[in-house]
């Protein structure tokens, strides 16, 4: 059967508030002009009103809508609401880093403590089996180390086992860095050590995937990972961006290296956030752009590498897992096929899907309906830490806040249902 993503009814379990709200904030999203300034207007509306106005004007339109809420009641009551719809959660702490911004070791251990709270959190409440969530190393890591990184090992690989020893305490040392350098990546493998070694058997870690000019370095910081404890399971799993050139060559070397060294390899398969940042960078350094020039081609990267790694899981669904995080309903239904086809079981744990939250439900209700595992990436924190999240989320998803179109429409016509019904006498 065809996943038909057309259903109204997939948004009966949600409140006659949640339904407006919901409908209000994508009414919203529709205008670009708001939509390409919203961390302007957010910044004027901020200055204007004040932290307390700001907030009560923010949390219960936007910040309801995208977040899960700030204290762990909070975001235990959203999460109880997701698990009753079927949906498990993917925490992410909203942690936005760029280069420049770093100021010292306490703020990565701070940053580190935090992702502590999120693997015990994710793991002492039982929101659903096999909880996961994101992590992002340039939290732990400063990116300045990550580039300088990138260019290092463009010119001299660096062997995995190394960093691994380096995780397990050893004075290691990296040919090329700094003493200073060197001190620090020590200290940025040792928190990654530490939050790995809290979530092995208990919460699967995500590794986001950031700038293509620092990438390289995530990655290998992340095999590395994978290396020392993705032995038995998939526990720490890597992102790839399809609308980059290089995803699916990233993708096949990363499946020969789990091979080589022998790890289980988790993949988390997206289209890609950082664009416009790329494009602009690529032709101020006079580079190639490294995204593909047209959404088909990235389609079909994406459909490509999805292909790759469900046949990869269909011959060894123990040592491969992926969630096909997309908003896009051709590939998810391509997903769905290939797994029948392939005899992929759908509660197998090799194959899960992934949304946002408060984004594209229609999907995400329609496929758990169907008995498929579907997660949402539910970022948490106050208005002022989630801020810059939601609005880089704002701005990278503009063609998806434009193109909810369709959610609205399914919204709408399960208001206009409500409404017949309770003037009928709520039958």
Not at 13 to 30: D, N, T
């Amino acid at each position: 059967t065809l996943l038909a993503f057309e259903d109204p009814s997939a948004f009966r379990v949600k409140s006659l508030g949640e339904l407006l709200r919901a409908l209000g904030v994508f009414h919203l999203c529709s205008f670009p002009v708001l939509v390409n300034n919203c961390g302007k207007l957010m910044t004027a509306a901020r200055t204007i009103l004040g932290r307390r106005g700001f907030s009560l004007l923010l949390r219960p339109t936007v910040y309801a809508q995208f977040v899960a809420g700030e204290n762990e009641m909070e975001i235990s009551q959203s999460m109880g609401k997701m698990s009753l719809m079927g949906l498990r959660p993917m925490l992410a702490v909203p942690i936005e880093e760029d280069l420049g911004e770093s100021i010292g070791e306490k703020r990565y251990d701070d940053n580190m403590a935090a992702m502590l709270e999120c693997v015990r959190m994710s793991h002492s409440n039982a929101w659903s089996k096999d909880p996961m969530m994101q992590l992002k190393i340039t939290a732990l890591l400063s990116p300045e180390m990550c580039v300088k990184l990138t260019t290092l090992i463009a010119q001299q690989p660096y062997d995995l086992s190394l960093l691994v020893r380096a995780m397990d305490g050893e004075m290691v040392t990296f040919p090329g860095l700094e003493e200073k350098e060197a001190a620090h990546f020590l200290c940025g493998l040792q928190r990654l050590n530490k939050v790995a070694e809290a979530s092995v058997n208990k919460v699967r870690v995500l590794v986001d995937a950031e700038y293509t000019y620092m990438n390289p370095a995530l990655t290998l910081v992340t095999m590395a990972l994978m290396k020392k404890f993705n032995k038995d399971g998939a526990w720490i799993w890597n992102t790839y961006q399809c609308y980059l050139k290089e995803s699916r060559s990233l993708l096949l070397e990363a499946l020969n290296l789990s091979q080589a060294e022998g790890f289980c390899l988790g993949v988390k398969l997206v289209r890609g956030a950082y664009m416009d940042k790329e494009r602009k960078l690529a032709e101020k350094e006079c580079q190639v752009d490294p995204i593909h020039p047209s959404w088909e081609e990235t389609n079909k990267s994406y459909n490509g590498c999805l292909d790759v790694m469900l046949e990869a899981i269909a011959q060894k669904p123990d040592r491969y897992r992926i969630i096909v995080a997309t908003h896009n309903e051709e590939s998810v239904r391509q997903a769905a096929k290939r797994m029948e086809e392939w005899g992929i079981e759908k509660d197998g744990g090799s194959v899960c899907f992934g949304q946002l939250l408060g984004m594209c439900d229609h999907v995400s209700l329609t496929l758990a309906k169907e008995g498929y595992p579907v997660y949402k990436s539910v970022p948490y924190g106050s208005v002022d830490d989630t801020l810059p999240y939601l609005v880089r989320r704002a701005q990278e998803n503009r063609t998806v806040l434009q193109g909810i179109r369709k959610e609205r429409d399914l919204l709408r016509q399960e208001l206009r249902h409500r409404m017949r019904r309770s003037m009928r006498g709520g039958s």
